[in-house]
């Protein structure tokens, strides 16, 4: 099924098209959803701190008015990321998480990490200028594993204290300098279960827009040790079998598609398929 959204890099000086607003407290969000017309939602004396060209959705233009800070526009509100991701229409959702992903580099990349001197922005390509150093800066995709571990009928399911109430999910953590993406793996799950795991396999990825990460999803085998919860990140971890499991994470998650491409599988049900 071909998705309604398409990214590229869309020249600023193009007069017409749609636009979305994005502030620290989320996307605006109109009585016909996100998007408005450009030349409207620019009139609206909005406090912008930059402008990018991100791609098409439905075949029209679409543009990001990323604010220094929310205002309030008469008729909308402001709504975060995670509610998007977690209601209504998967592809404005990739939308709204490219957008995320632009607004946060761009905001990021005003002055040159190298000299210090303000930089421009590209209008051919996703980049950021600085015309003193020569340095240019593109959007940072941060690659994390999230790993599956399975003992049999047996899952293992953790809980940080950021968590919701009550729900469990699969382990995590962002790869290291020099890590490939196994070794990054059985270092997490040593350090923030103490276990050893084996037959690492690669399930999918996802990205995961907050701010800026690439989740590689994998199934590992329980290999050996006790569950030893790491201090201050580790809330509690317990295997569970898949015909009672606690609360888990979203639907669309890699993190629920892994919980839930396993029980298919040893259950004998349809195997789900991973959104994006």
């Known amino acids: 099924m071909s998705s309604r959204w398409t990214t590229a890099v869309l020249d600023t000086a193009y007069p017409d098209g749609m636009a979305l607003a994005r502030s620290s407290q989320g996307f605006l969000l109109g009585e016909h959803g ?3 017309e450009r030349h409207w939602l620019k009139a609206q004396d909005l406090p912008v701190l930059s402008e990018h060209g991100i791609g ?5 233009p679409v543009f990001l008015l990323e604010l220094d800070e929310p205002v309030d526009v008469p008729g909308c509100q402001w709504q975060g990321l995670r509610q998007f991701m977690l209601q209504g229409d998967f592809d404005t959702y990739r939308m709204l998480g490219y957008a995320a992903q632009i607004g946060t580099w761009a905001r990021e990349h005003r002055f040159c990490g190298s000299c210090g001197h303000a930089m421009v922005q590209i209008h ?3 980049a950021m200028f600085c015309e003193r150093c020569n340095l240019r800066s593109y959007p940072r995709i941060s690659p994390s594993m999230i790993v599956l571990i399975t003992r049999g009928d047996e899952i293992l399911l953790a809980r940080s204290p950021r968590f919701v109430t009550g729900v469990y999910s699969t382990l995590a953590g962002f790869a290291e300098p020099g890590e490939s ?3 990054c793996l059985r270092r997490e799950v040593m350090e923030e279960v103490q276990l050893q795991v084996r037959n690492i396999q690669y399930i999918g990825s996802q990205c995961w827009p907050f701010p800026h990460s690439m989740m590689l999803g994998f199934h590992a085998e329980y290999a050996g040790g006790d569950i030893v919860p790491q201090a201050d990140e580790i809330e509690d971890a317990q295997w569970f079998r898949v015909d009672a499991l606690p609360p888990l994470p979203a639907g669309r998650s890699i993190a629920r598609h892994l919980i839930d ?8 049900l349809p195997e789900p398929v991973l959104p994006g």
């Open 261 to 268: 491409l396993y029980v298919a599988r040893r259950l004998g």
């Open 34 to 36: 996100v998007l408005f």
């Open 124 to 126: 051919w390509e996703r």
């Open 56 to 60: 098409h959705f439905d075949g029209q």
């Open 181 to 183: 993406a196994e070794d």
